[in-house]
């Protein structure tokens, strides 16, 4: 894509958790390459894709990681929570059993990510309006109990799936630039401190290629 996608103020880590089949990498790819895959199969091990977008003026580049919700990758827990600033917790309004587990996932992301990790309570597959089996008002009460933000999403149709993830990359920048203007008043304006305070591996090439545990 040339150099104009290596152009950024601000790198942010965003985690997609949630049981397989909940549409979390149509929901990574109708966000960073506007497609969606009927047939998309379970996700094996972890990938990722970015994307910039522009927050008061500042360019922000999202590398959003997508993981396998099978239990049997979760040996590859600590190397994926690594660094991330922003998850959604994912969940099908069709299958309550995949919102029943939001707790548990909600735990694993407790003890693994950073404390003030940004969390986005996803109801995906709003499409399936008629099958719903997880009431809108019980999930939003979930959330605001839990302190979560919260959308209902359809990959397929792609409502509101802009907006999830313009949201939470705006909540992770207003609490990143308020805690650097708190923390280094002389140094706001740096773009490779505004890098820096976040943790994130500066390149996808690195994201790659330094954990072969991640591409089973």
Not at 46 to 67: C, N, P
Not at 118 to 132: E, F, P, Q, T
Not at 133 to 161: H, M, Q, R, Y
Request: with cysteine; hydrophobic share 35%; glycine share 4%.
């Amino acid at each position: 894509m040339g150099t104009k996608d290596d152009e950024y103020d601000y790198l942010f880590k965003v985690v997609l958790i949630g049981d397989s089949g909940v549409g979390k990498s149509n929901l990574l790819s109708r966000f960073t390459r506007n497609e969606f895959n009927l047939e998309s199969k379970s996700t094996i091990g972890v990938e990722f894709a970015t994307r910039s977008i522009q927050v008061d003026g500042k360019t922000i580049k999202a590398q959003i990681w997508d993981t396998a919700g099978q239990e049997r990758y979760r040996a590859i827990t600590s190397a994926y929570y690594r660094g991330a600033v922003g998850a959604l917790l994912v969940y099908d309004i069709a299958k309550h059993l995949t919102y029943e587990n939001v707790d548990r996932w909600l735990k694993e992301l407790r003890d693994h990510a950073d404390n003030n990790i940004v969390i986005m309570l996803v109801g995906n597959k709003s499409d399936l309006r008629h099958l719903r089996a997880v009431p809108t008002d019980e999930a939003k009460a979930f959330a605001e109990k839990n302190n979560l933000s919260f959308i209902e999403t359809s990959a397929l149709d792609s409502t509101n799936v802009e907006t999830a993830f313009q949201n939470i990359l705006t909540e992770i920048y207003k609490i990143v630039s308020q805690k650097q203007i708190r923390d280094s008043p002389d140094d706001e304006n740096s773009p490779s401190n505004n890098v820096q305070t976040i943790t994130v591996a500066p390149t996808d090439n690195s994201a790659s290629t330094k954990r072969p545990c991640c591409n089973m």
